[in-house]
């Protein structure tokens, strides 16, 4: 596990440790997707085209910043490794008017997706390596949590 002090030393570990928010000692993923949120919050006055394609931008930089970590770390997908988190608590938030609610229910429902990976992002996270595997699972479980989001949405069960 790198210190947080080589993080600094290397602007894309520090990108791939979700800021620092990897090293947390306590369920990295889910303080990644947290440190996500005042991003999001950023982002989610944005026109739907332009958050779509910052989400797109986040995923191909990820590829690139969470294969570099493994590389680095020499361990594929180190819990610390976080930006794929980022990415996709972004996916399960596009097109969703903001609100706390919907907020919390994104982040409860992409971090259930991602933490117990149903098929077939169970199967992503077996087979696909490399960045592209680090990221993929994340995307399916940012996909599925939002399809889930825009159901309840649809029902008015939110908002």
Same mark, same amino acid.
């Given at each position: 596990?790198?210190?947080?002090?080589?993080?600094?030393?290397?602007?894309?570990?520090?990108?791939?440790?979700?800021?620092?928010?990897?090293?947390?000692?306590?369920?990295?993923?889910?303080?990644?997707?947290?440190?996500?949120?005042?991003?999001?919050?950023?982002?989610?006055?944005?026109?739907?085209?332009?958050?779509?394609?910052?989400?797109?931008?986040? &995923?191909?930089?990820?590829?690139? =910043?969470? %294969?570099? !970590? *493994?590389?680095?770390?020499?361990?594929?997908?180190?819990?610390?490794?976080?930006?794929?988190?980022?990415?996709?608590?972004?996916?399960?938030?596009?097109?969703?008017?903001?609100?706390?609610?919907?907020?919390?229910?994104?982040?409860?429902?992409?971090?259930?997706?991602?933490?117990?990976?149903?098929?077939?992002?169970?199967?992503?996270?077996?087979?696909?390596?490399?960045?592209?595997? &680090?990221?993929?699972?994340?995307? =399916?479980? %940012?996909? !599925? *949590?939002?399809?889930?989001?825009?159901?309840?949405?649809?029902?008015?069960?939110?908002?």
């Amino acid at each position: 596990m790198p210190h947080f002090r080589q993080l600094l030393q290397d602007p894309r570990l520090l990108l791939a440790f979700g800021f620092g928010s990897g090293l947390s000692p306590i369920m990295p993923g889910t303080m990644g997707t947290m440190v996500a949120l005042p991003i999001y919050y950023l982002m989610a006055p944005l026109n739907i085209w332009l958050y779509i394609a910052l989400v797109v931008l986040s &995923i191909l930089i990820g590829n690139y =910043l969470c %294969g570099y !970590a *493994a590389k680095k770390l020499k361990v594929h997908d180190h819990p610390g490794i976080v930006w794929d988190e980022f990415a996709g608590m972004w996916i399960t938030m596009i097109a969703v008017p903001f609100s706390w609610q919907t907020l919390l229910a994104g982040f409860v429902l992409f971090r259930i997706f991602d933490m117990v990976k149903p098929w077939p992002i169970s199967l992503a996270d077996k087979h696909i390596h490399g960045g592209v595997g &680090i990221m993929f699972d994340d995307v =399916l479980a %940012g996909f !599925a *949590a939002l399809a889930c989001l825009h159901g309840a949405l649809y029902m008015g069960w939110l908002m």
